[in-house]
Structure formats: structure tokens, C-alpha cells
């Protein structure tokens, strides 16, 4: 390494990689630091050649980021002289111009790297960046002591070695007080600081309306609720409304959830919050503008452009779910034995995981091989000019979400994947499932050549899935046990080969199949009849025809993540779009279940409050295992994010969740938000009458029984060991409880109080007070249950009335007036008839009915 340089105050230093040997020392609050990065000597089968040495030598403050992703992984420190140590100057000695790159494939893997700087840095950042900082960079403007913390930031491009990586996380219901209020475990109004900036400066820094609640009267905590509220009423008119289905209203929710994305902190960034962004962007671009035009129809000629990106995110995020689980090298995936570990594993199982648990090994490792075809091979169908494999893919997608959401809690993940994989159908099939499909004639004989292509090209394909599953997982029946063997029979070396070899053809095949989409579209355009009507359907046709251009080119980069050479091939231009584009959440990487946690049992933190010190009273969750004898629960689509965050809190030291603090905190003061968090009903809260004096934490490990264990007298469900004390036993006013809170700049203050007797905060106080009372999984179902039922009720209504006079003999001549009426019902019957045989020839215009479009007379 060059001779360092000894740098004071505020600096920033960024790592990548060259070849040569590199050394990177920082004193932290923590620790001393030295980073060793050795040259590229070694195979990839011996990639540990980075260590890490650390001494108790406090000598600075300083805040560290990281950001992760399967292609590089980027740090940033900023560092300033500690006060209580102002005489020792040296804070951070390096090389500034420096760069050392970072690749998970490279020799110089940094698995190791990440899991001991992660569980030992001065605070965790899991994944993603801090709502007002820069992912790959940190700004060097001064903070205050309650932003210079980072917190751990949700599971996204990649985790430690001893996390899986998940998605998590649903539209947050009230109450916010919990989570984000004044009193709250994360206060939301730490994010959002007066700086002195005006409004537009303030909204291109952190893009949230909740800059707008102090001109509102509202501090931040309404200002979420508000939108919340809001959000919730848009969307359930939308569900049950049609004319509401508007690209303009899809654009508000959007803008609502990404508001308070933005401020989410731990809690709300996770993966399916950034799907959820990304397919609410995508609404926008698919949905019809209906309220400003109420005659409009819902088919314009350019709508299978738009609706083809819906197809390519589903296609992102199941081919990289299934590759990151073989990049990641977890043992676990690599020997087929993940679900032996992942039904009990998981953050909160259903009942049936328990009896999922209970399956024999090798289906569970032939589920694993079927994961991986579902994963990585059956999404090459998703671009296939064969409708029946486009129809073979989404039934297999279809079938994993369903076992996905019968085992396991992940809230509307699993739901608004099998949404995405609509885009796998045509009309001709939603037709037979709503009763009103086309009746075929018979077949013809012989086929035509077309048909008979497309036949031979479809068990083609088939006999090549199965080949090669066999081949490359030696799959094999053992008739003398029974069972059915696999193993992987691929290195690690020759996936990632293929890997190298497929991801930028894959790019290929992305624009070949979008490019026919563009072309077909056009050719509609084309046959639009009336000169201005097919220049109108033009122009709309140009205008998104390069908006979806936009999005293809913009998503190459988080999709070629998943190979670093292939992402530094990409052009400049697309990555510099990419990151003009990042704080908006409009196109993610994504990749599911990376790695399995707790092999050895799972880990859980497990509270206990006591008056005395003497006797101690376990504080059991709502939704988290903890009583052995309770059964798991069933929350989705509700994802509790306290519980969820317990689970990532007992992977690590308590220190790696400085939010965890803040949460006993809480506790001791007795804040009524916080403990609905862990209980609604005071009556299973066991400290609901007066809050505990001392609180501690014990880590267990928690395993499914088996079959054999559950009978009577014995706990059915789990079965525990006590490993460690998690947390020490704390008190208000304990100064290791004020120290932790003050380095994380959790201490209270006195926030800015705003009026209540204000028309909003009246509303929103009496919204609290009327959901108070319901669990928010209750309130979820309770909604979609209203929903189901109104649709129900319409569908009925629909039906024909009466006793169908089809059956009866024909009756004498009917009166004018009657036979004017039926004629009427046949105009109409014939112009749904026109309309399916023309699709859209005869139409008037992209979005509406041209001067043309009239009913045909009888």
C-alpha cells in the first residue's frame, strides 16, 4: 500500500479492487481495524484470503456503510475525532486513492470478511443504505449524533454468511406510534431533519410528502398515518370499482408507499417493499387513464409493450432467486438439505411447516431440485412463442408461491408474485376460468406445419427438462430403500461458467422478445382506421415504446449483479441511469432464501422482565415462537415487523440491531404503542398493569419436535436449549442502557408538539382509537373478506334472472316492444363478437372509440 495519509475531521474512502496486495486500516468506535486483501494467488476453492484484526482502542467516532451486492461491495467510512479523546489525532490512516475491488467469485472472496466486519463493526448495515444516504458513497456534510448511527437496513443484494436472505414485509397498518411515533422504538422524525433547505431541495434528497406534514399541522407520525389511511381507502376503492383503476390513482399509492418507504428505516426495507415499488411503477405504466376520460376501453394497441415488463420482473426475480442460492455456496443448498432446515428455520412458520418438517430427507432434497427447475430453468419458458409452455411456467410458478404460502408467513410476497405471473397468460385462458371462453371447432387433419412445430418444439422441451434435471442432479430411484437419490453433480466453478456464459444472452433473448412486442404493437397501430385516430395511436405507441426501452436498459444492471463481468460489460450510460433513478425504487435486484440460518437450531431471543431481580417472567410475541406449546401462527398477508426483526436481532450480538435498545427502553417506560407491538391483549402482557424494573434477554435454540415426541404431555410443537445471555439485564436510568442509547442517538427529546384540535390529527386520533382494539392481522383479513364478498354479491348479480324460457316451446309472436328489446340484446352480443374476431382492427382509437367504431346493424 502507498505511505498512508493521516487524515482529521471528515473523510470519506471507497474500496474496490486491482490485484495487488492492499491494506486498509480504521479505528472505529469499536475497534481498531486492519483489513488485509491478499493478490491473486489462490483457486476459487480457496478464496478465504482476507483477515481481519481488531483491539479495543476507541480512538474516533465514525459512521460505516456498506453496500452489498453479488458484484461488488462497496464501504464507506466517515470519520471524525472522538471529543472525550480529542488528543489523539490520528484518527484514520489510508491511502485515499486507494481502490480495492470486492467480487464474491473473485479469489479474494470476502465471505469471511463480511461475517466477522459485519458482527464486529461499530453498526450493522445489512444491505441497504440509510433513508438520506447514498449507497456507495457517504455525503461528508457534518451530522448530528442522532444520524450519524447506521442501522441495519433490511436483506437486499446479498447478506452476511450466517443470514438468509428473504424477502419480508406488507402495507404498514396503525398504529405507527410503535414503531415510529415520539415514543416509539425508531422515531421517524430522526430521518426527516430541518436543515434549512427549501421544500424542492428537501423532496430531490429524500423523495417523501412527508416533508409536507408541518404545513399540514402534522408531525411525521400522523403525517404516515395520513397516508396509510389514505392508501388504505384508494386501494380497496380500487378493488372494488373499476372505473378507479387508473394508472393516475396507481401513480398516488405509489408515491404514498414510497413516502413512507423512505422513512421505514429497518423495519420497511426489505425485498418485497422494493418489488412492491417496482410492480406499483409498473401499474402506472399498464393501468388505462380512465378518470379523466370515462368512455375510454380498457384495450389500447401499444398495452402488450408495457405489460411485457411485468412479464421480464417476474423473470428477474425468480432466475436470480434460484441462481443466488448456488452463488452463495451455503452448504446447505449445494447439498440439497436446505428445507430439512428451512421449515423450522424460517422468521415465522405456519402449522403446516411443522408437518412439512416431518417429511422424509430425500423429498425434501427432491424438493430442493425442483426448486432449482422452477427457479432457473422454467423461466426461460416465460419468453417462449409456444403458448402452451407459457401456460407450463405458470403453473409451476403458481404451484411454488401456494406451497410457499402454506408453509411459511411472508405476508403479500407470495400474492403479488403469483399477480406478476399473470402476464403469463392470454385472454383466451382468463376466458375459460371466468366462463367465458371460446368454443373451439374440431381440430383439423392434418395439422398444419405451424402446429406441428410448435407441437414438436413443446415435447422438445419437456424431454430437456427432465434430461437434464437428471443429469446434472444424478437423480435415481433406489427400488431396494424406496426412495428416490439426487445429488448436484456440477462444481461450483463450472455454475459459474454457465453463468458467465448465459446472463448477457439472456440480455438477448430480454430484447429480442421485447423487440417483437414493439414490432406487433405497431403493426396494430398500423391497422387503426381514420388518419387522426392512427396518428394518435402512433404517438402513444412511440411514447411508450421508449419508456419501456428505458426500463429494459435501466434493469440490466441489478439483473447482471448476479455476474460482475457481465455487469461491467454493460454500457456507461445504462449504469449512470441506473443511479439517477436508484432513491426512487424503480428497478431492484432481488434473490430469495440466499442462505440458510440455523443448521445447528434456530436462534431465538426470548425477553424476561422482572420487579425484583430475583423472578423472572418470559414477555411472549403474538406472532414470534416462543411458548414451545403454542402453535405457529398465521398472519399473512400481515407481516408483524417487530417479530420479524427479532429473528434477524438472534443471528448476531445484540449490538448488530442497536434498534433492540430502544425496544427494552420502551418496554421499561411502559409505552402503550410499543407493547401492542408484542401483545394486543393486555391480558397475555403479563406486565400490563406496571411495566417491569429490570428486563434481560436469553438466546435459545429452538427445533421442531418430531412426530414420535408429540403426544401426550409433551410439547407438540417446539422443543428449546438455553445457549447465552442475549442482553444484560437493564433498568431505567442503567448506564449501559444510556449508553447504548446515546451512541445510537436514541436518547429522548423533546420532539415539536402540533396541535390537536386541528381537523386532521382529530381524525387520525379517532381512526387509532376505533382500530385500537383489533389485532392488525384481523383488520387485514376483515378487508379482503369485505372485498370477496362484494365481488361475490356483484358476480350474482350479474347472473341472468328468471327461469331461462330456453327450454320451454316456442312461444306465439311477440309484441314489437319485446322483440325490439332482444334485437337490442343482439346488437350488443354481435359487437362483443366483432370485437373479439377484429382485436382491435376496427377500433377507432389506441385509447378510444373512433368515429367508426359503431354498433354493427342487424
Known sequence: MAAGLEVTGFCVVNIKHNKSSSILSCQTAYCSYVLCFGPHTASPQQPELCSLQGTSSPRCLSLFQLSVNPVRITASFQCKPNPARASQHNCCTWSPAHHCSLHP???????????????????????????????????????????????????RKGLPARQKEMICTENPIPPFGGLYGRDGILPARRVLRLSGKGLWEQLRDVPTLLWLGPHLGLDTEQGMELLCLLGAVASMGALLCAPLRDCLLFAVLRVFYLSLYQVGQVFLYFQWDSLLLEAGFLAVLVAPLRLLKWRSTAWRPHDSITFWLVRWLLFRLMFASGVVKLTSRCPTWWGLTALTYHYETQCIPTPVAWYAHQLPVWFQKFSVVATYVIEIAVPLLFFMPVRRLRLFAFYCQVLLQILIILTGNYNFFNALTIVLAFSLLDEEHMGRWMGRGKRKHGSSWPPTLLSFLSTMLELATYASLLYWSIH????????????????????????????????????????????WEILSAMYRCACVRGFFWKLWATLQWAIFATATMGMFAISLVPFTYIDYESNGKLWPGIHQMFSAVERFQVVNSYGLFRRMTGVGGRPEVVLEGSYDKQSWTEIEFMYKPGNVSAAPAVVAPHQPRLDWQMWFAALAHHSSSPWFASFVHRLLQGKEDVIRLVQVDEDKYPFSTQPPVYLRAQLYKYWFTHSAESGAGAARWWRRQHVQEFFPTVSLGDPTLDGLLAQHGLKDKLPLRRPVDAFLPWLLSSVRRLSRPFSPHVVLWSLYLVAATACLLRAMARRPRGGAPHTRHKAPKQQRGDQGEKNGQLRRKEGRETEEKGEGRTRGAADGEGPRGTKRRK
Open 105 to 155: 467469485n473473485s479469489p479474494a472472496n470476502v465471505g469471511p470478511f463480511l461475517l466477522v466486519f459485519l458482527q464486529s463493526a461499530l453498526l450493522l448495515s445489512e444491505k441497504r443504505r440509510i433513508a438520506v444516504s447514498n449507497p456507495y458513497r457517504c455525503s461528508p456534510v457534518k451530522r448530528t449524533d442522532s444520524t450519524q448511527s447506521s442501522m441495519p437496513c433490511g436483506t
Open 472 to 515: 446434472y442432479f444424478s437423480l435415481e430411484i433406489d427400488w431396494e430403500k424406496k426412495l428416490l437419490e439426487s445429488k448436484v453433480a456440477f462444481t461450483y466453478h463450472e455454475f459459474t461458467q454457465w453463468l458467465r456464459a448465459v446472463t448477457l444472452p439472456l440480455v438477448g433473448l430480454g430484447f429480442l422478445s421485447l423487440s
